[in-house]
């Protein structure tokens, strides 16, 4: 069974600081990739995704995503982040056999200090 | 707005009522989602609809547990009898059905449900 696990729960960083969150998931076929987010109070929204070709994706807000097949990964980096960033950060994935569900992992919130 | 729409967004019912929940998705988009989600957690899949017909179900859909989207436009969402660990957040998400098996889900802001 597909499974996605997220390594930080909770992140705390100040403005400016570099960000990566960890995904990992399990399945063995080709899988579609994403990371969401929900910043507080707002619905879930598209960060980026990941179907073929490039392994490196960017994303809206300066965020890009490394997918490493071998290692079953799909980090969440951005260089420099912002007090706006605070939100909550959930990886997905959907195994690419043409079937619907989707499978999130526990999700990551991040406080950005000021 | 023309997102996904979510009614009611908070409902508070007593252990054994039924429950109904309404998703009203994007207007050209023909694949609907419900997910539930629990606190600490993702969401969870349940069910998935393409137009009018359920394609995919979640073992997590209990019997007590049915959706339905009578002309592949608005969907609903029934509990039977709830259980206080039916108390989540469910929320509808829908999509355009494009080259790929998969395409943007975009989420509404969810239906908070409270058994007591």
């Known amino acids: 069974a597909q499974s996605v696990s997220q390594h930080n729960h909770h992140v705390i960083l100040s403005e400016a600081a570099s960000l990566e969150l960890g995904c990992n998931y399990s399945?063995?076929?080709?899988?579609?990739l994403f990371w969401y987010v929900q910043y507080p109070g707002q619905h879930l929204q598209l960060l980026l995704k990941?179907?073929?070709?490039?392994?490196l994706v960017k994303g809206i807000k300066g965020f890009e995503a490394e997918f490493i097949k071998s290692k079953f990964s799909f980090n969440l980096r951005k260089p420099s982040v912002q007090w706006s960033d605070t939100a909550e950060y959930f990886c997905?994935?959907?195994?690419?056999?043409?079937?619907?569900?989707?499978?999130f992992g526990a999700g990551t919130r991040l406080f950005v200090k000021a | 707005d023309t997102g996904v729409s979510q009614d009611p967004r908070h409902k508070i019912t007593k252990r054994g009522q039924n429950v109904t929940f309404r998703c009203d998705p994007i207007?050209?988009?023909?694949?609907l989602y419900w997910y539930r989600q629990t606190l600490g957690q993702g969401p969870e899949f349940l069910t998935y609809?393409?137009?009018?017909?359920?394609?995919?179900k979640s073992r997590l859909l209990s019997d007590r547990f049915s959706a339905e989207r009578p002309k592949g436009s608005f969907s609903t969402l029934e509990i039977q009898r709830t259980e206080q660990g039916d108390s989540a957040m469910y929320l509808c998400?829908?999509?355009?059905?494009?080259?790929?098996?998969?395409?943007?889900?975009?989420f509404g802001p969810g239906t908070r449900l409270t058994v007591l």
């Open positions: 998400a829908s999509s355009l059905r494009g080259h790929s098996s998969y395409n943007e889900q975009f």
């Open positions: 399945y063995g076929g080709t899988v579609n």
């Open positions: 990941y179907f073929s070709g490039d392994p």
């Open positions: 997905a994935v959907n195994a690419n056999t043409g079937g619907f569900k989707t499978i």
């Open positions: 207007s050209e988009h023909n694949r």
């Open positions: 609809f393409q137009n009018e017909a359920q394609l995919e």
